[in-house]
């Protein structure tokens, strides 16, 4: 089968012949049918992560926002079956250790991240496999398209976790969100499905115009200005600062100014990954988070036993991940899409549909 092959960091994936994977007995083969491209791919294909021991090796087949159709499954799996149509997280979850039991899959003891580790290749090919299906195996609901449920992907999931597990937001809080790309721009939708206000920022305007569209109700453009004018105009949006801020970037400037956007008692949600220039360290003004008893909390994926919650979102026409997808592509496009990433060339989300 045809697949995206990272052979060297920053060098373009290799479209080669691999290998069709074999159901493990407690997993199942999912044929492709939409996978997205996200920024956490850039981020594995640059190499990033070595300061968690957390950096993608050679071989490895990227892509975790997968959605299609079982074509096998292992003996011991007894709650999907040939021909379901599901969505795979990104945050494999084993269904046994003590966090997935407390239903908190999306950091399981013996968890794997599709696409980011050996044993688990990634969903840039026409097929890949779900470790303990039975777990992770995503039934996906009628009249949704493999496509718009790979819109979905990590994206919203994350978002959705981050916003409600993570920043506990409530209908009419003040949610800033700091950088609108996929998943910020999937940060600003679902914090307007859910009742809060929203004030979106980001460098770019065709971003900020996505934003609005999605819900924000305020947007404040970066480009050229201080993190104290950034922030400022947060605080005067929100008449005092944001109840949840949301750092949908990683870099420093993003996460210092998400922090200093917060009213008295307000809750940081670190959701962006850093890059090699911050190397998972970025500097904090604690003392302030002190004395406002500010919050400070990181969100990674979401629990598969919470799909159902963002699902039904879905469902009820609250969300619409279609209404971010801006290309569809091809598996031999994928190497430009990801260098496309560098210069922050792409806009809202794109999905490869054509293996």
């Not at 956490?40 to 926002?65: F, N, P």
């Not at 990590?154 to 800033?176: E, I, K, N, Q, S």
């Not at 629990?303 to 619409?320: A, F």
Request: with cysteine; net charge negative; glycine share 12%.
């Amino acid at each position: 089968m045809r697949a995206a092959v990272l052979r060297e960091h920053g060098e373009p994936l290799e479209i080669t012949d691999v290998e069709r994977p074999d159901p493990a007995p407690h997993g199942a083969v999912v044929e492709v049918e939409a996978c997205g491209v996200c920024r956490s791919d850039w981020h594995a294909w640059q190499g990033h992560g070595e300061w968690v021991g957390d950096r993608v090796s050679d071989g490895q087949i990227l892509g975790h926002e997968p959605a299609g159709r079982v074509v096998a499954v292992g003996d011991q799996v007894e709650t999907v079956s040939e021909g379901d149509r599901v969505a795979v997280p990104f945050n494999l979850g084993d269904g046994s250790c003590p966090q997935c039991l407390s239903g908190h899959g999306n950091v399981c003891e013996d968890g794997l991240a599709l696409g980011f580790q050996q044993e688990a290749q990634g969903a840039f090919a026409e097929q890949v496999h779900a470790p303990h299906a039975d777990y992770n195996a995503m039934p996906l609901p009628d009249g949704v398209s493999a496509r718009d449920m790979a819109a979905l992907g990590c994206r919203f999931m994350t978002a959705f976790h981050a916003l409600t597990a993570r920043g506990d937001v409530g209908a009419g809080d003040w949610v800033a969100v700091h950088g609108c790309g996929g998943v910020g721009l999937s940060t600003v939708h679902i914090a307007d499905a859910l009742g809060a206000r929203v004030v979106a920022v980001d460098i770019r305007d065709a971003a900020l115009d996505l934003a609005s569209d999605l819900g924000a109700d305020a947007v404040v453009n970066a480009d050229g200005k201080s993190g104290q004018e950034v922030t400022g105009a947060i605080r005067g949006e929100t008449d005092g600062g944001a109840h949840v801020s949301v750092d949908a970037l990683g870099v420093a400037e993003t996460c210092r100014n998400s922090v200093f956007s917060l009213c008295r008692r307000g809750t940081h949600v670190q959701v962006g990954l850093t890059t090699d220039e911050e190397r998972g360290e970025v500097s904090l003004p604690v003392e302030r988070m002190a004395m406002m008893e500010a919050d400070f909390h990181g969100a990674r994926g979401m629990p598969p036993t919470r799909y159902d919650e963002l699902l039904r979102l879905l469902e009820s026409g609250s969300i619409e991940p279609a209404r971010l997808v801006r290309r569809e592509v091809s598996l031999s496009d994928v190497p430009e899409r990801l260098a496309a990433m560098t210069d922050y060339e792409t806009t809202g989300v794109e999905v490869v549909t054509e293996f």
